[in-house]
């Protein structure tokens, strides 16, 4: 065995050791499904799958090439500029990923003299933009807007204000509005990922220097991410933004399919599905702010075993633990949908009930 091996099977050994070692589970056909983030459905939409194939046959599979490089294809110019409307920004940059458009804002806007404040619940991909930006990063406690207050007013520079606005793994709300009126006063830059905002927050950000990032795979139903804000700042992303410059640009049917669903989205129909998902949040955890509903349960087993009993019963409810959560808050992660029935939200909650 080499020397790489060893210290690769080492490595194997370690995570199955620690009892965390995963596997990719095949997709699960026959199951109600609470697992994914498709928030409205728009996935199998009849438009949007229009949309996708629609692209498909006028541009091909791919668009061979970055943008800088082979241009922009008209699906891409089309979809930015609905994206920028829909966020009520001058402009918007598409990226292949909502991890990548993180990842360009803070290696961008970030850097030496530059103080980042995370807050410490935030998203792997602004945790390793944080990272990659060169800058001080300080960690701020979880939506503790007194913290970040005092954060800014120690920073030698410019500052720079990155958050969730909807926590992936406890599915509450940042406090956008106090985070807003602390940037506008310190001078910093609010950056939001507003990935799985579907029911909100969208605050009104004119007063502040800011960005939005957002992702076309939550509640548009395809695959790519996008940065929108001031036509300046877009355009510095589009000359310095390693991951667009060097980066294949998103497939015509990605496009096609998030063009067609932001068009579903701001439809009465799109108003008719937010009022759903809504309506199902209600029910399984009443006033809860975001489609994003955890069961905590603590040990890392538990979760595992109340995972694999919810399966029996027919229900895919994914069990989160280290290191994606804190050690010793394992929990279910419950992801509903404006498509959920009746029938699905009560074999759900029988579920949870069982012993």
């Excluded at 975001?290 to 905590?296: N, T």
């Amino acid at each position: 065995m080499t020397a790489w091996a060893e210290w690769v099977d080492g490595e194997c050994r370690a995570v199955d050791d620690a009892g965390r070692w995963r596997r990719i589970p095949d997709h699960a056909e026959g199951l109600i499904s609470f697992a994914s983030n498709d928030y409205l459905g728009l996935s199998r939409h009849p438009s949007v799958v229009a949309g996708a194939h629609a692209a498909l046959d006028r541009w091909g599979a791919g668009a061979g090439a970055a943008r800088l490089v082979a241009g922009a294809l008209p699906v891409h110019s089309d979809l930015e500029a609905a994206l920028a409307a829909w966020k009520r920004e001058h402009a918007a940059l598409l990226f292949p990923t909502g991890y990548a458009a993180n990842l360009a804002v803070l290696a961008v806007f970030a850097g030496a003299g530059v103080r980042v404040l995370s807050d410490e619940r935030n998203h792997a991909s602004i945790v390793d933009g944080c990272r990659l930006s060169g800058a001080e990063i300080c960690i701020y406690r979880h939506g503790d807007v007194d913290h970040v207050e005092y954060l800014l007013r120690s920073a030698p520079g410019r500052a720079v204000v990155v958050t969730d606005t909807v926590f992936s793994m406890d599915g509450d709300v940042a406090p956008v509005d106090a985070l807003a009126e602390r940037c506008s006063a310190h001078g910093a830059l609010l950056v939001v990922d507003e990935a799985h905002a579907v029911l909100g927050p969208d605050p009104d950000l004119a007063g502040v220097e800011h960005l939005r990032v957002g992702t076309l795979s939550k509640y548009l139903g395809s695959l790519g991410g996008f940065v929108a804000g001031p036509q300046r700042f877009v355009e510095l992303l589009v000359n310095r933004a390693r991951p667009f410059v060097f980066t294949t640009a998103s497939s015509p049917a990605d496009a096609g399919a998030a063009l067609a669903a932001v068009h579903v989205l701001q439809s009465a129909e799109g108003t008719r599905l937010v009022a759903a998902l809504r309506a199902n949040v209600d029910v399984v955890e009443p006033g809860h702010p975001s489609p994003i509903v955890p069961v905590v349960v603590g040990d890392e087993d538990a979760a595992m075993a109340a995972s694999a009993a919810l399966r029996e019963r027919g229900l895919l409810v994914p069990a989160i633990r280290p290191p994606t959560v804190a050690p010793g808050t394992s929990r279910l992660r419950i992801s509903l949908s404006a498509t959920h029935t009746t029938a699905d939200l009560t074999a759900l909650l029988e579920g949870l009930d069982a012993p």
